[in-house]
Structures are given as structure tokens and as C-alpha cells.
């Protein structure tokens, strides 16, 4: 069994920085891409930011410049840098990764998601 969860939420002013972390563990062979997704109220979940193995990166156009991800393989973990946030970033932010397990099974896994809030 594997699990990501998450940390680093929480309520910031406009303009602000937080730092998200997500944390693998369980029976983990290898993490291949790894990524954060965001919903907000009434929204449908987006992609914020993927990271390869290879830390080739991806990012949402709304948080280009603003968001950086990266990840440490040997502590399997993926991190998300958020600067110059905005009301609009608002929302539960997820971690997800594609893990293969020591069993040689890949699995789909979601961490329960942190909140953040982003508000004056």
C-alpha cells in the first residue's frame, strides 16, 4: 500500500508565498510523474504543475511564473513553491503520483488534498 499526503496549506494574504510538500511513502519501487491539481467551490479539479522523474516540468498558464514544483527522488517527495498568489488561487490542492509498487504494480494515487485560502 502507498499514500501521498500533503502539507503546507493554509490562509494567506494577496501577494503572498506558501510551499506546499507531499510526502510518498509505503511500498514504493520507483515515483514516476508527479503532479498538484487544485478545485476550487464549484469548480472542476485542474492541473496546477507535473514534474517528470526526469524533473521535466509542466505548468498551468494561470501560475506560469508564479508556481514552481520540484521533487527530491530520494526522499520521494514533490514540493510546490507559490508566490505572488491571488484570490483566484484559492482551492483544495492535491497531490498525485504515479507509483510502482514493489510489487511492480503501477498505482494512481491522490493525497486528501490541503486547503488554501488566499484572502485579505
Known amino acids: 500500500q502507498v499514500q501521498l499526503v500533503e502539507s503546507g496549506g493554509g490562509l494567506v494574504q494577496p501577494g503572498g508565498s506558501l510551499r506546499l510538500s507531499c510526502l510518498a511513502s509505503?511500498?514504493?519501487?520507483?515515483?514516476?510523474?508527479m503532479g498538484w491539481y487544485r478545485q476550487a467551490p464549484g469548480k472542476e479539479r485542474e492541473l496546477v504543475a507535473s514534474i517528470t522523474s526526469g524533473a521535466m516540468t509542466n505548468y498551468a498558464d494561470s501560475v506560469k511564473g508564479r508556481f514552481t514544483i520540484s521533487r527530491d527522488n530520494d526522499k520521494n517527495t514533490v514540493c510546490l513553491q507559490m508566490n505572488s498568489l491571488k484570490p483566484e488561487d484559492t482551492a483544495v490542492y492535491y497531490c498525485n503520483g504515479e507509483i510502482r509498487t514493489i510489487s511492480r504494480v503501477y498505482v494512481d494515487v491522490w493525497g486528501p488534498g490541503t486547503l488554501v485560502t488566499v484572502s485579505s
Open positions: 509505503g511500498s514504493i519501487f520507483s515515483i514516476n510523474d
